[in-house]
């Protein structure tokens, strides 16, 4: 009963690829890592966007996945956030040469609440960034609401 009180109040987050090189993805999961625990702060990773309260996104968004992005983060309850993770994710990186198979920024095709640049960005700066931006963005999200 404690448990489920607690996990109420905490931040559930989803993590989307949408094409890179998973570098990014490999320093999410780390945070589940003992040496990082990302639960001890209340973060909790689902695989479902209907049982989120963010979505973590990293990757180039490739042409295949512009449609299927703007479907996951519809299907995140409101009030939501999004944080884009990796220079794939905020500019193209290093796939930017390939052109118009490549749709980047996530923030041109899904509001973007948070950025965290790095290729990849280490662990703690990813927890930093969902821990600082991902609770005011929920509130303000709630206010206009
Ligand atoms: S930002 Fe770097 S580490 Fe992350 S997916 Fe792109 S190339 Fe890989």
């Known amino acids: 009963m404690l448990k489920d009180f607690i996990r109420k109040r905490s931040i ?3 993590l989307v690829c949408t094409g890179g090189c998973n570098g990014c993805d490999i320093e999410v999961a780390a945070l589940l890592s ?3 625990d990302l639960e ?12 989120c309260d963010a979505l973590l996104v990293t990757g180039t968004v490739a042409k295949q996945w512009q449609e299927k992005l703007v479907e996951f983060y519809d299907k995140v309850p409101e009030p939501k956030a ?3 993770i990796g220079a794939c994710a905020l ?3 290093i796939f930017q040469q ?3 198979k490549v749709s980047a920024p996530v923030s041109d095709i899904i509001p973007v609440d948070a950025e965290v640049p790095g290729c990849p ?5 990813i927890a930093s960034a969902v821990l600082k931006y991902v609770p005011p963005a929920l509130a303000s999200y709630r206010r206009k609401s």
Do not use: T, W
Request: charged share 20%.
């Open 12 to 14: 559930h987050i989803c």
């Open 82 to 84: 999004v944080v884009a």
């Open 40 to 51: 001890q702060y209340g973060i909790f990773l689902h695989n479902n966007p209907r049982e």
């Open 98 to 100: 390939e052109g118009d």
């Open 34 to 36: 003992q040496r990082y």
């Open 91 to 93: 500019s193209g990186g």
């Open 121 to 125: 960005p280490r662990p703690a700066e």
